[in-house]
């Protein structure tokens, strides 16, 4: 009984903690990641101070558990589900829809957490930085890594650079994330999703 | 001589008031805009806060200043010198030249203001947004504009769409100078380079 009720309580705690670290996520993306102190936060999801002090001890404690939450969120939308097609083109498209649509579906309402995050920190030396950095470059390498499974397939021209392709989507991504969150129209997901379909048609073998 | 010395101190005033908007520019591309007070840039500049305050009513007053004095230094280093190149094709080539260089030459810290500022002030609501979306929007519309006169003088394929070709000009742009603040490394600015030279040449009719 008592070994059931400590687990529920933990099963809470934990529940409860990423509860707290996705609104962070959230917030972060409105406010930026560099105002979410303890007292902000603590506001914001209607807990004490002290009593988000017991899940996160400092400032960037709490910054750092934000980018894993928000890295999982990302990974959970976009690569995750993507990682259902096959490696190659049709994973390339995947990441295309699935990106578009976390963007279009505000699961950040200012954004793709990481282009937020990334450019408010880049000029602010330390382990958020060094993790926002950590995490764009590994989303970077897995576009680079599904142009190499594609080539591999024999689906797109093997000549092409998959580091140079890897900067063009998500570049398409990038500036697309940030006139959605500017217009709130669909026409900068559409220009991006443009981009890259013809990019891609154009390099895409005949079988 | 009493005209003179009226004359000498105005144009001090006015160099003196340019010079904190610069450093106000430069210090938001590495501590963001909506960091810039009055009190933390009277510290940056070595003035007192009172002194500054003669300047700039209030801290929103000083914010749309400095989005004035950014637009202006992005005019000097891009825009201007592009002029100087014919209308269309030529003055595309220049625009990457120019852009490329400006955020290579760290003109800016924390790379192109408009960059930073805007993805940092996006989901605040305001004039200061307001002003910021407006010279991103006027840099996308010379942009495309530049397009439309490649296409009247015949340089450019006339079945492109203008904005179409100015969203992957500015998509390149815009994630090449994210990740030279990232990196300081040249090959984003390479990466952004060849993308745009490849697209413009692939749609760039033979003479």
Chains 1, 2 share one sequence.
């Not at 603590?42 to 996160?56: E, Q, T």
Request: proline share 5%; with cysteine; charged share 25%.
């Amino acid at each position: 009984m008592s070994t059931i009720q400590t687990r529920k309580r933990r099963s809470d705690g934990e529940r409860s903690r990423a509860a707290i670290l996705e609104e962070a996520a959230r917030l972060s993306t409105v406010e930026g990641l560099g105002g979410l102190s303890l007292a902000r936060l603590a506001d914001a999801v209607g807990m004490s101070k002290s009593g988000l002090f017991a899940h996160f001890g400092s400032k960037e404690d709490l910054q750092l558990a934000t980018v894993e939450s928000a890295a999982g969120i990302f990974e959970a939308h976009v690569v995750e589900p993507a990682s259902r097609s096959p490696g190659g083109l049709p994973r390339l498209h995947a990441f295309v829809d699935l990106y578009l649509r976390y963007v279009e579906r505000d699961v950040f309402p200012g954004g793709c957490f990481f282009a937020a995050a990334l450019t408010e920190m880049n000029m602010q030396p330390g382990p958020v930085r060094d993790r926002l950095v950590a995490v764009f470059d590994s989303w970077l390498g897995t576009l680079a890594e599904t142009v190499r499974e594609g080539q591999a397939n024999g689906e797109l021209d093997p000549s092409e650079d998959p580091d140079q392709l890897a900067f063009e989507l998500e570049a398409a991504f990038f500036l697309a994330n940030n006139q959605f969150v500017v217009k709130h129209s669909s026409e900068p997901l559409e220009r991006a999703r443009r981009t890259i379909e013809q990019r891609l048609a154009a390099i895409t073998l005949q079988p």
